[in-house]
């Protein structure tokens, strides 16, 4: 297990096919804060920065920056779910920032637009824990390669977080190379991790 003064190998190819995975995750739930700020376009852009990543755009500032302005669109959101949902889109964009440092918070950048859409979708459905373990169960059948062996790379997900915290870590147990699929989720009180994007 690597320690978090390590440094990971990590290529160009496996940054944008997480990347493009972690807009695909937070594509779900983009409907969810559309529905309450149909004006906001900044998560819808975080998520089209992300995939123009993921299909060989450069990483730039602007890419850097739309995430932040989906991150902002959160605080400024009026429902949790709309909060979440825009966090997941804000986490799309900074994932193409990942460092390659085997630091357990970096998992956050892998899945944290799965975790924030999925708890967007748990929000806006009631608390049914059913929407959740197939937003889930999801998430974890159209992680490509990469998001595998990347994650193994790196100490396993970190405590703390919330009920987007517990989705962090169960995800990031699933999808080990050495992990067996579990049953999603686990439930506990409802909360939220707050982390910006490049955290």
């Not at 807009?23 to 376009?41: G, M, V």
Request: proline share 7%; hydrophobic share 45%.
């Amino acid at each position: 297990m690597p320690t978090e003064s390590d440094r990971i190998e990590l290529s160009e190819h496996e940054l944008r096919e997480i990347a493009g995975y972690a807009a695909d995750c937070a594509s779900r739930a983009l409907s969810i804060f559309e529905q309450s700020l149909p004006a906001d376009t900044r998560p819808r852009d975080a998520i089209d920065a992300a995939r123009a990543f993921a299909g060989g755009g450069r990483r730039t500032a602007a890419l850097r920056q739309s995430g932040w302005a989906a991150f902002r669109a959160a605080r400024e959101a009026d429902s949790p779910a709309a909060v979440d949902a825009a966090r997941a889109a804000s986490h799309a964009a900074g994932a193409a920032f990942l460092h390659p440092l085997a630091n357990a918070h970096q998992v956050k950048h892998i899945l944290g637009a799965a975790a924030h859409a999925a708890r967007a979708e748990e929000l806006a459905s009631g608390e049914d824990r059913s929407v959740t373990a197939g937003t889930l169960e999801w998430a974890c059948h159209h992680a490509p390669p990469s998001v595998t062996a990347v994650l193994g790379r790196f100490p396993a997900a970190p405590p703390g977080g919330g009920r987007v915290g517990e989705f962090i870590r169960d995800l990031d147990a699933a999808l080990r190379p050495s992990s067996q699929m579990r049953a999603l989720p686990r439930g506990r009180p409802a909360g939220s991790a707050t982390g910006g994007p490049y955290a």
